[in-house]
Nanobody, 125 residues
Framework: QVQLVESGGGLVQVGGSLRLSCVAS????????MGWFRQAPGKEREFVSA????????EYADAVKGRFTVSRENAKSTVYLQMNSLKPEDTAVYYC??????????????????WGQGTQVTVSS
């Protein structure tokens, strides 16, 4: 079983930055594809970003492309989401997700079997 713990959320002004972290435990981190998703009040969960096991390939939603950067440190079992130029529409609970070991990562939430508890990001205007 994989456990995921996110941190780094908070309140930030428009144009500001935050870095989210997600620490994984319970399995060899380098075998896990990782993703970030978010859910705003009254809206469905949506894909934000994903990164493959080695960190050599990444995916982004159009809404965050050019502003967010996903990265990982396998030695620390941690995946990051650097969020710059934040907008009010980025306000949401952000969730870290992991695939089963050795499964291909993707942009669909159904790809992921393990989820963190979420961390709130609020962007004020």
């Amino acid at each position: 079983q994989v456990q995921l713990v996110e941190s780094g959320g908070g309140l930030v002004q428009v144009g500001g930055s935050l870095r989210l972290s997600c620490v994984a435990s319970g399995y060899t981190f380098s075998s896990l594809g990782m993703g970030w998703f978010r859910q705003a009040p009254g809206k469905e969960r949506e894909f934000v970003s994903a990164i493959n096991r080695s960190g050599s390939n990444t995916e982004y939603a159009d809404a965050v492309k050019g502003r967010f950067t996903v990265s990982r440190e396998n030695a620390k079992s941690t995946v990051y989401l650097q969020m710059n130029s934040l907008k009010p529409e980025d306000t949401a609970v952000y969730y870290c997700a992991a695939t089963r070991p050795w499964r291909f990562y993707g942009t669909n939430g159904n790809t992921y079997d393990y989820w963190g508890q979420g961390t709130q990001v609020t962007v004020s205007s």
